[in-house]
Structure formats: structure tokens, C-alpha cells
């Protein structure tokens, strides 16, 4: 997305996300199908043809012409009055199978919700995806001073807060070879990490429970992290991070990691189940458990 130009329609004054998309690796058209429809997610409002269009810095007959196909497929509406586009109920309903429980209204959605009132911070959730830290689901800061995040942006593994969190529990092998591919792939951001320099990030990250990443991605904001018990009726590995300007992280940065310790504790604190095979094969238990037993 067009990160100034969503922050003007937003009226949103610092906006962190990520310009590109990786098309090199990704079908051109069911892309921007996906794009459209996680820019409604982000807008929350109907949107004319020339606006999607150019926050998503897309040709506007293209655009048009998806837009008018999903409106016959059935997951956008068209309103002839004011000639917007907006999604429909069928949308909302796609995927709401997938982890259910624990997102509708689930422990993750509360945990979320309770640090976002607690600290007045942007809260994120993100998944891995590939060598990407992917964040699937933002609360928006509340705070007079913020920072807007967009939910679906993505952070490499290998120097980002939620990514650190994300392979610390993984054997060293494979978290080198996470490294290897970062160096050799071209990145957004131009920011150089060796093998031997992650291999350090991570084991803070083990020793500390948290990784605490800033001015990376987005000058002056950062994001502390932790990764999440493995939930039992899920597949995936969380982490849970804290956006926020850099000067507020440091100076709440002890409130934050208690409120975060706490929060997780009261809301994922049943069995860990199916947890045993990462930390056997790495020689490492749980971080988010290691950095509770120190508080402890």
C-alpha cells in the first residue's frame, strides 16, 4: 500500500506498514484481488474506484474491472448513489471456521483487548510466513500520541521484535538457515544481518523472554515482543507485540513486559499441549515460561 497516501485517508499522521508486495513470487491478479480486499479491512468505509486504485498504485481500469467481478461474485456491494464499493456479509464470513474459538471472542482476541486498555498501544498478533513475520490482526493505539499500524504488514524474521520471538524455540539449524535466505534475497528495507548477528538476537531473545526491535522499519516507532504458549487447538506459533514511538517504549518498558507477562499468563494459561518436539530438538524451553520463572 501507498503508506503516505493511506495515512491522508486515514487521517492518520504516522502510519507503519510495508510499500511492496513481493509480485515477483505472487500470481499478478489474485494478488491484487487479496490487496483490495484487506484495504477494505484497513479503510473500514466504502471506497471509489480512483481511491482503491491509488493507495493501492494500481491501474484504476484494472481496478475497476476486479471490483465490478467481485461485486458479481458476491463479496463487494455497489452503491450506484455514490458510486463506492464496499464488502459484503460474505466476507466476513470467509474463514470463520479457521481457529474459531480462539478469535471469536477467544483468549487471543481478549488477551489483545486487555493490553491495548492497559497501555493505550497498538497491539499486534503475527503468524510466520515463510521468512516474514506476518501481523494478522492490529487493535489500534488509543492514545493521543500514535502509531497507526496496518494490519497485514510484514517484517522480516531476522530483524523484527515479533520474528526474533517467532524462531527463537526453533533448533539452531534451522534458524541459521533462516538467516542464509535473508541475506540472499533482496529486501524492502536495506538493513544487513549476518548469520552470526541473529544467532545473537535470538539467544537474547531466549535469555530474555522479549525481543525489543525500533527506528528498523518505521524511524522513531518500534515494537516489543513475546511469542505465545503453542495453543492446543492451533497449529501456529504467536507472537504478541507492543507498537508504539520508540521514546514510549523505553521509558514504560518494564510496565510493559509486567502487563504483557500478566495478560498472557491470566488469558493462555491452560496446558501447553503438543509443545514437546521444538524444544527438544533445540534444547530450549518456552520463552514467554522462561521470562515468567524469572519474574517469579
Known amino acids: 500500500m501507498e503508506l503516505a497516501r493511506l495515512g491522508q485517508a486515514l487521517g492518520e499522521c504516522w502510519v507503519a ?3 511492496h508486495e513481493g509480485s515477483d513470487h505472487v500470481v499478478k491478479s489474485a494478488g491484487r484481488v487479496l490487496n483490495i480486499l484487506e484495504l477494505f479491512d484497513v479503510l473500514k468505509r466504502e471506497a471509489v474506484v480512483s481511491e482503491v486504485s491509488d493507495l493501492l498504485d494500481l491501474p484504476q481500469s484494472s481496478t475497476s ?3 465490478r467481478s467481485l461485486v458479481v461474485m458476491g463479496y463487494l456491494s455497489y452503491n450506484a448513489t455514490t458510486r463506492a464499493f464496499a ?9 470463520s471456521w479457521v481457529n474459531g474459538p480462539l478469535f471469536s471472542d477467544g483468549p487471543l482476541i481478549r488477551l489483545m483487548h486487555r493490553l491495548n486498555m492497559r497501555t493505550g498501544q497498538a497491539i499486534v498478533l503475527a503468524v510466520r510466513n515463510q521468512v516474514m513475520s506476518e501481523y494478522i490482526h492490529v ?21 523484527s521484535a ?8 526453533l533448533p539452531d539449524a534451522d534458524i541459521k538457515r533462516i538467516g542464509i535466505r535473508y541475506s540472499a534475497e533482496p529486501q524492502e528495507v536495506d538493513i544487513k544481518v549476518s548469520v552470526s548477528q541473529l544467532m545473537e538476537r535470538v539467544q537474547a531473545v531466549r535469555t530474555n523472554g522479549y525481543a525489543f526491535q ?16 503453542q495453543l492446543e487447538k492451533s497449529n501456529e506459533r ?15 518498558k518494564s510496565e510493559l513486559l509486567v502487563a504483557m507477562h500478566e495478560e498472557i499468563s491470566a488469558h493462555l494459561s491452560e496446558p501447553i499441549a503438543n509443545d514437546t518436539a521444538e524444544g527438544d530438538a533445540g534444547g530450549e524451553t518456552d520463552t514467554h515460561t522462561r521470562s515468567l520463572e524469572r519474574l517469579g
Open 162 to 169: 515479533t520474528g526474533l520471538t517467532l524462531i527463537a524455540d
Open 214 to 229: 525500533h527506528d528498523t522499519f518505521t524511524p522513531g516507532a518500534g515494537v516489543i515482543a513475546m511469542s505465545l504458549p
Open 139 to 159: 487493535l489500534q493505539a488509543t492514545s493521543p500520541v500514535r502509531l497507526y499500524v496496518v494490519q497485514g504488514s510484514r517484517r522480516p524474521l531476522a530483524c
Open 17 to 19: 506498514g510495508h510499500e
Open 238 to 252: 504467536f507472537s504478541i507485540g507492543i507498537a508504539s514511538p520508540t521514546e514510549i517504549l523505553r521509558e514504560r
Open 87 to 95: 464488502p459484503t456479509t460474505r466476507v466476513a464470513l470467509l474463514g
Open 65 to 67: 474491472v476486479l471490483l
